[in-house]
Nanobody, 123 residues
């Protein structure tokens, strides 16, 4: 059974930083792409970033380029999202996803996803 467990969300002031983590388990090696998408109230789901372990390629949404960095620990089956320069518009529930491929721009749909972690950017 595939499980994805996110952590690291919270409340941060504008300009601050957070690091999200997502630990995956129970999947086959076919699923080599992991990423993040977010959902804010009243807004469409947005693909944030994804990374492919097969070639190391990464993709970012234009809204987070230069501020967010995705990385992956293949041995630990964990993906991270370092978020710097956070803005109020980054407020959303962030979900970790697992799939066979990683696309650019980052996809909003994944074969498997976690329960989400809330990120709130507010003064």
């Amino acid at each position: 059974q595939v499980q994805l467990v996110e952590s690291g969300g919270g409340l941060v002031q504008p300009g601050g930083s957070l690091r999200l983590s997502c630990a995956a388990s129970g999947f086959t090696l076919d699923y080599s792409a992991m990423g993040w998408f977010r959902q804010a109230p009243g807004k469409e789901r947005e693909g944030v970033s994804c990374i492919s372990s097969s070639d190391g390629n990464t993709h970012y949404a234009d809204s987070v380029k230069g501020r967010f960095t995705i990385s992956r620990d293949i041995d630990q089956n964990t993906v991270f999202l370092q978020m710097n320069g956070l803005k109020p518009e980054d407020t959303a529930v962030y979900y970790c996803g697992l799939d066979i491929y990683c696309s650019g721009p980052p996809q909003t749909e994944y074969r498997y996803w976690g329960q989400g972690t809330q990120v709130t950017v507010s003064s």
